[in-house]
């Protein structure tokens, strides 16, 4: 299949997904673009991202900060209204570059990395909406906030004037994911966040059903991701 005929299925899948997330809002009783779509851009070609500006989507997510920096400051200056999600684990090392390029962060999950993004934020200027990750399923593997520790962690970020505006989970493999997304939008409820970024493309539908105001979805919208040897 040559490229104009690949970024033809690209817009249609784009299409097909934004009105399948009307509908699940509409069967739902939730309010028409009460979820955004981002778009999760990590090794993919930039010409289907590029694809996906031209026709006017605006909320794409990286989850690495570094691959980010290549691909995204170039690509803001000719789409200066797109939104650019952070969905992965945040090193210190990187706040600065990441306050400076991103447009929202999902993935706070300790004290110290709230303290250095409200400083970073004050020294540039910027507001920068901030999700807390949940390590709902308490799995070693995985980054995120433990639930018991989350209290703490969210007393901790209104301390340091951090924008914290919801609540961001990936449930266990291989489990049915309808309980976590219950019980992340119960926690969002509990401490007044009413941001949810949950559901990726296996179980999207599910997660707006259960309240999700975000859903990040890669492969089911672009198709399977380059391997990172071709990427550098
Ligand atoms: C990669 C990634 C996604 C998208 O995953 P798909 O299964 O390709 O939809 C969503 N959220 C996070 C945090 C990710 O790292």
Not at 61 to 88: F, T
Not at 165 to 177: F, S
Not at 179 to 202: I, N, T, V, W
Request: proline share 6%; hydrophobic share 40%.
């Amino acid at each position: 299949m040559n490229s104009t005929q690949d970024a033809s299925c690209l817009l249609s899948r784009l299409q097909t997904m934004n009105e399948t997330v009307s509908q699940q809002l509409d069967v739902c009783h939730r309010a028409k673009n009460s979820c955004q779509l981002i778009a999760v851009s990590k090794q993919q070609p930039t010409d289907k991202v590029a694809s996906l500006l031209e026709a006017g989507h605006q909320n794409f997510g990286e989850n690495r900060v570094q691959e980010a920096m290549q691909k995204w400051p170039a690509l803001k200056a000719y789409y200066p209204s797109v939104r650019l999600h952070l969905i992965g684990a945040l090193q210190s090392n990187k706040v600065a570059e990441a306050v400076h390029l991103f447009d929202m962060i999902h993935s706070i999950d300790r004290p110290k990395i709230a303290t250095l993004l409200a400083e970073q934020m004050k020294i540039q200027g910027r507001h920068i909406p901030c999700f807390i990750q949940v390590n709902l399923g308490e799995e070693p593997q995985k980054s995120g906030i433990l639930p018991y520790e989350l209290a703490g962690l969210i007393d901790h970020c209104r301390g340091c004037d951090l924008p914290v505006v919801g609540l961001m989970a990936i449930p266990p493999e291989e489990k049915n994911p309808a309980p976590y997304f219950a019980l992340l939008e119960k926690l969002a409820r509990h401490y007044d966040l009413p941001e949810k970024s949950m559901g990726m493309s296996d179980d999207y539908l599910t997660a707006i059903r259960m309240g999700a105001t975000y859903v990040r979805v890669g492969t089911a919208l672009f198709g399977p991701r380059e391997t990172s040897r071709t990427l550098i």
